[in-house]
């Protein structure tokens, strides 16, 4: 058998599949086979999905801003569930962090002299993290942001067929 | 470096002596620097924005190049017209070649060694256009100096001091330079003739020459976005492929739930430890194999067959769609492939990752479907 395709070990999709599939195989070591009913099937695909993010999100690092963000997110929503208690109390500590940045930014509405306001803020919506960055850096983002949801639906697809058949 | 730029911008008489000592200066200096830069290695990874989109730099400076280079020819380099009269040509030459080099883009990290030659090959070209048509130009514009590494920044603002008020004017973006070194390479704004050279609008224009360039390079990621013009529509573009990525996830990983393999992944042991040596990956994938081998895949087919086609049709046609070829493949290539443990040795060996493998045509390994589209 020949290798023709030598997959850089350090590569984005190499770091986000061993740790996609570590975060699955967690998954399914959970949780009994035996359930087929759709709120078994609804509550595991919110992990896998959790653990998809979180994967992707850890891959990169938080070298990026979108990254940072959504793992401060999924950190803040786990520790939510945890406990309700500090959940709250951490979650106003860094909310009210994230909005003394964030306001300067969307009070001001960005009007810049561009004339793409609406589609940037629709865009700030989508890419985690994008309501604190002006229109250079969301761009610079949603291409990371992009690159790396191509990445993830490849890596998922490949194991999805994979175990489908 | 900053003697060698004052002598060079001002309009004395070249004297022999002169010619000899800059000849000198530029020589020492300027292969000390193009050893720094041909010499930093090009990393995986780079911060750099280029890097980011494993695009080659000349491709992206070309990219980012080509709105200035109309203005590139418009605006002569000084160097070359004042010591047009006094230099023999090869000197005349190394000063265009200088000059050009200064004007590598330099990502952090990112420079490989044709890319200086490039773009000097498309700069000298420019800049030899300039001198031609450009003779009466008398005053000392601001040369395009994009300076590569961080010592030289002090003598770009030091040159900006000397511009006097010109119709053309050129500013070299250094204090967002400053904040961007690491993500974009210098843009360059010139002021075309008749527009106003304050420093707002110039840095107004700075600004929009990044998102134009960063919008560029969007509209290569996303497919489809190259015919449209107009960047509303390409932000459109980008926002719904954007939303329907974030959609496929979202199908995948409930494809993934509902997929229910009734192989048991006993990799516990394996997975405790952080990073995944290759003698982990060949025992993850002996096991997987056996477990393969041992559970009928027919069932797992009947399941998500099951479950399918009340939520999402499409992904349905896409596990019925390849259902029939790969469980052919599968069940007659399980017996004789996996019994033998040198076969796996070929799989695992070579490599430390656990995606190297070949294509799908061999096993149903996905593996090696993993690294097909690659």
């Known amino acids: ?165 | 470096m900053e003697s060698n730029a004052g002598t060079l911008e001002t309009r004395s008489n070249r004297t022999a002596s002169e010619r000899e000592e800059v000849a000198a200066l530029e020589s020492l200096q300027f292969t000390d620097e193009i050893h720094r830069l041909m010499s930093a290695p090009a990393t995986d990874n780079a911060s750099s924005f280029t890097a980011l989109l494993e695009l080659p730099a000349p491709q992206a400076v070309q990219l980012i190049h080509s709105p200035d280079s109309a203005k590139l020819i418009a605006a002569p380099a000084p160097n070359v017209e004042d010591v047009k009269g006094g230099f023999h040509f090869p000197s005349n030459g190394g000063l265009i070649e200088r000059a050009a080099r200064f004007s590598v883009f330099a990502g952090e990290g990112n420079n490989k060694s044709d890319s200086p030659e490039a773009t000097s090959n498309n700069s000298s070209a420019n800049l030899q256009k300039a001198v031609k048509s450009e003779p009466a130009e008398t005053e000392s514009s601001q040369p395009l100096i994009s300076d590569p590494t961080v010592e030289n920044r002090g003598i770009k603002r030091k040159d900006r001091e000397k511009v006097k008020g010109q119709t053309k004017k050129s500013k070299t973006t250094a204090k967002e330079s400053s904040d961007d070194a690491e993500k974009l390479p210098y843009v360059h704004v010139r002021a075309r003739r008749g527009q106003a050279t304050d420093s707002h609008s110039l840095a107004e224009r700075a600004r929009r020459e990044k998102i134009n360039a960063r919008m560029k390079l969007l509209q290569e990621l996303v497919p489809g976005c190259n015919k449209i013009s107009g960047t509303a529509l390409v932000l459109d573009e980008i926002i719904n492929h954007v939303q329907s990525l974030q959609r496929q996830v979202e199908f995948l990983s409930m494809r993934l739930a509902a997929v229910n393999p009734r192989i048991d992944f006993n990799f516990d042991s394996v997975f405790t430890a952080e990073g995944v040596p290759p003698q982990y990956l060949k025992e993850l994938l002996i096991k997987l194999y056996d477990k393969r081998k041992s559970s009928g895949s027919l069932m797992d087919s009947n399941f998500s067959g099951m479950v399918m086609p009340m939520m999402w049709p499409e992904v349905q046609l896409n596990s019925n769609r390849q259902q029939y070829p790969q469980q052919l493949h599968f069940d007659a290539f399980q017996q004789p492939v996996w019994g033998r443990e040198e076969v796996c040795n070929n799989y695992l060996t070579p490599e430390n990752s656990l995606l190297s493998y070949d294509s799908s045509a061999n096993s149903g390994n996905f593996l090696d479907t993993l690294n097909e589209s690659t």
């Not at chain 1, 653990?51 to 997110?73: E, G, H, N």
């Not at chain 1, 992009?146 to 175990?163: E, G, S």
């Open chain 1, 1 to 165: 058998m020949n290798n023709p395709h030598h997959l850089n070990p350090t590569s984005l999709k190499s770091r986000f599949t061993t740790r996609f599939l570590r975060a699955l195989t967690k998954i399914r070591a959970q949780k009994p086979i035996s359930s087929s009913s759709p709120t078994e099937i609804f509550r595991r695909y919110r992990r896998i999905k959790v653990a998809a993010d979180k994967s992707m999100a850890y891959s990169v690092r938080s070298r990026r801003i979108w990254s940072r963000a959504m793992l401060w997110k999924l950190r803040s929503r786990s520790y939510r569930r945890q406990d309700p208690c500090s959940g709250r109390r951490s979650g106003k500590t860094n909310q009210a962090i994230m909005k003394k940045s964030s306001n300067g930014n969307i009070t001001r509405r960005r009007e810049d002299g561009v004339g793409f306001v609406e589609e940037a803020d629709e865009l700030r919506q989508l890419v985690p993290g994008g309501e604190t960055m002006n229109l250079c850096n969301l761009l610079d983002e949603t291409a990371h942001y992009i690159k790396c949801l191509t990445t993830q639906v490849q890596v998922m697809k490949k194991i999805a067929d994979f175990y489908s058949f």
